[in-house]
């Protein structure tokens, strides 16, 4: 059983930061990718930002590079998105997804979340303008 928590959402003004988090448990051992999808109302959810637990490498969607940072602990058991400069377009709820099932090389499919095996209940994340 594997359970993946995320927290962290809130409501900001555009421009501000919001900082998620993100913590997996159970029988996944310590070593797995983890990314962050979003999903705003009557749209599809996205790719937006995943982590490699082999070395840090990191994958982000054109929409929020330079704004956001993914980010790992030591113990590499949580994951952390750093979201800066918020436009009311980041507006979505927000879901955690760790244990990529395909080789972080086959990059197109990172943002696929068919390939993630375990995900979070969502953070809801409201950018006013």
């Known amino acids: 059983q594997v359970q993946v928590v995320e927290s962290g959402g809130g409501s900001v003004q555009t421009g501000g930061s919001l900082r998620l988090s993100c913590a997996a448990s159970?029988?996944?051992?310590?070593?797995?990718?983890m990314g962050w999808f979003r999903q705003a109302p009557g749209k599809e959810r996205e790719g937006v930002a995943a982590?490699?637990?082999?070395?840090?490498?990191?994958y982000y969607a054109d929409s929020v590079k330079g704004r956001f940072t993914i980010s790992q602990s030591n113990a590499k058991n949580t994951r952390y998105l750093q979201m800066n400069s918020l436009k009311p377009e980041d507006t979505a709820m927000y879901y955690c997804a760790a244990f990529l099932k395909v080789d972080w090389s086959d990059s197109p499919a990172i943002f696929d979340p068919q390939r993630w095996a375990y995900w979070g209940q969502g953070t809801q994340v409201t950018v006013s303008s």
């Open positions: 982590i490699y637990a082999g070395d840090g490498s990191t």
């Open positions: 159970g029988n996944i051992g310590s070593r797995y990718s």
